[in-house]
């Protein structure tokens, strides 16, 4: 199983912004694709947004279009990373976010995670 390990997550005001990052290992990035999801205490875990192993497709829950970006980088100084890049925070994105190596059926807002469930990285948006 793939288990990766989610940063960047902090505090900050409403209609701010935080970039979380999520290295992966050279194998797993070339070969799967990539997902972020968030988890709030009680509830379901929530599909947030997904990007192809070659990084030409991208897809978004509806609440993250518009203002999150996922992408994924591979250069000498990235490593192999993931990247959810965060605008105009709402106190509703308010929660932990973790990042998976996903595959892709019908629906590719509905990604099959890959591997195991991380720690997540904790956003808090202040209102």
């Known amino acids: 199983q793939v288990q990766l390990g989610e940063s960047g997550g902090g505090l900050v005001q409403a209609g701010g912004s935080l970039r979380l990052s999520c290295p992966a290992s050279?194998?797993?990035?070339?070969?799967?694709?990539m997902g972020w999801f968030r988890q709030a205490p009680g509830k379901e875990r929530e599909f947030v947004a997904s990007?192809?192993?070659?990084?030409?497709?991208?897809?978004?829950?509806d609440f993250a279009k518009g203002r999150f970006t996922i992408s994924r980088d591979n250069t000498k100084n990235t490593k192999n990373t993931v990247y959810l890049q965060m605008n105009s925070l709402k106190a509703d994105d308010t929660t932990v976010y973790y990042c998976t190596a996903v595959s892709f059926g019908k629906n590719p807002k509905e990604p099959t995670s890959l591997g195991s469930w991380g720690q997540g990285t904790q956003v808090t948006v202040s209102s």
């Open positions: 050279t194998r797993t990035f070339r070969r799967d694709g």
């Open positions: 990007i192809s192993t070659n990084g030409a497709n991208a897809y978004y829950a």
